[in-house]
């Protein structure tokens, strides 16, 4: 005898738990077929929710959207390239960190989405100014955190060729461009060629 | 009086105007709103053609695709990245030249399209193997000139620090990183900070 399904309302009762349901599987089909090639039907269905479910939380796919970029896909930025920098003793080495983990990750045959907000920064900055602001807000948490660690190193005599600002954008850019040029060959040979270029100059 | 419009068979005499224009028109909307978010008929009505004609040059949306990958993306990346950097005298010029280039056009108030190879790369790669594949020939056309003009330098001594293919594949990541903050953010900053970083350490 098969377990009979929760009814309906058992579900309403949890609304975070639902949200966060969506966003989840948003996000990760986001990542991987892209905003304009998921339907809400297909995150509705995927997410095993009702459409009431889906318009009750995100109003429209614009709305999903906003969400995943500022509470998924920023959380990823948190946690993937920001969290190991700021944690390291000086910049350098964080930034090695973030290398080798992602060397390591893809040198386990997973196939290489790229990174979320450089994926949905060149899909969605022209379709809409509130998905570019929103797209923008994550890269400059993303360099900020990279320039205040810079300047820290700065002030204990740790870094010396570089200015910190203009620095932290170009370590950003260096590894958007490796996770697409990861994305684009299916391995991980740009980004070890990335990774041993700015420990040399470092 | 209106012209009256030519008749349709002395279109089909031009065949081969008529796939250039097709693939101008699906180029730049690829361009401007993703491959995902161009439909067959889009393409059909922006270049004034009939169905017959599209399926005659293009029978799916995906041979469209490739042949936007191959005979425009190619040629946008050899004419805007390439070129300047094999005419230049040594790649450091070159690709500050580049950098100045897209500047001066970004600097004009032109909305920031971001890199088409790029763009591309991120929503197609993962979406159809023989997209990665196509992708991945353009970036390698792009990556090995670069490596070409560094090796020149290096055997008339003026590149010392760099080994030149790991150094190219570090420099095309830049680029494209640099074009993914430009986008994202619609101004230039990112590229001026990244075209002085990579100036000082040239």
Known sequence: MTKPSA????????????????LDVAAEAFQSLGYH????????????ATGGAVYHHFPSKKALGLAVIRERVAKAVEETWIEPVK??????????AVFDQLIAELDHGKRILGCP?????????LADPEFQIAIQEV??????????KLRSD?????????????????VVACLSGAMALAKASQNAKAIRACARQLARIM
């Open 117 to 125: 907000l450089n994926n949905l920064a060149l899909e969605l900055s």
């Open 139 to 148: 890269f400059e948490q993303w360099r900020i955190a990279i320039a205040q």
């Open 7 to 22: 009814p309906p309302q058992k579900r309403v009762r949890n609304p975070d738990a639902m949200r966060n349901r969506l």
């Open 87 to 96: 944690s390291a003793r000086v910049t350098r080495e964080g930034i090695l």
């Open 154 to 170: 700065k002030s204990r005599g740790l870094l010396k060729k570089f200015e910190p600002e203009a620095f932290a954008t170009f």
């Open 37 to 48: 090639n998921t339907s809400m039907h297909d995150v509705m269905r995927n997410a095993k």
